[in-house]
Structure formats: C-alpha cells, structure tokens
C-alpha cells in the first residue's frame, strides 16, 4: 500500500511540472506594441494583425503543452506499473 501511495504521488508530481518538460513546445514571441499614439495609428493594421496571430500561436502553445502532458503522464503511469512490478518481483525473490 505504501508503494502505492509513493508511486501516486510521483505521478502528481510529474503531472505539475510536465509543462517544464514539455521541449518541443515553444511559446510565442510576444508582439512589439509602441507606445507612441502616432505610431500606433501609422502601424495600426499592422499591430491589429500581430496581436491576432500571437493570441492563435498562445491557443496553439497550450494545446501542445495539454497534449504533452497527458502524454508524459501516460508515460509515467506504465513506468509507475512496471516499476511496481520490478518491486514485487523483488519481494517475490526474498521471501
């Protein structure tokens, strides 16, 4: 049972800090907004259409890191069912 509780929270652990290890997930670039109200008139459509694209590269960015999660947790759930298995096996040469 204790193995069981150990091997839990080893799964919530890495559950928490998958999106740290989530490489091939690249966050955006956040778009450059001046300051200036000129500037802001003068490049208006320009700003407007970067914005838009930034906040779809957002969306993108974490729906990858939701994908790579479940797929790390996938990862260290049948890693947490063979290293139980190794365990009792272990237990099974001891007794």
Do not use: H
């Not at 080893?10 to 907004?33: E, F, K, N, Q, R």
């Not at 590269?57 to 990858?64: A, I, K, L, N, S």
Request: glycine residues 2%.
């Amino acid at each position: 049972m204790a193995l069981l509780k150990q091997t839990w929270a080893i799964m919530i652990v890495l559950s928490w800090s998958s999106a740290v290890i989530a490489g091939s997930c690249l966050p955006p670039a956040p778009p450059w907004m001046p300051t200036n109200a000129d500037d802001v008139w003068a490049y208006a459509d320009l700003l407007r259409r970067d914005a838009e694209t930034y906040f779809t590269e957002v969306e993108r960015y974490f729906r990858c890191q939701d994908l790579e999660r479940r797929e790390i947790f996938e990862q260290a759930r049948v890693a947490s069912e063979d290293y139980a298995r190794a365990l009792e096996l272990l237990d099974d040469v001891r007794k």
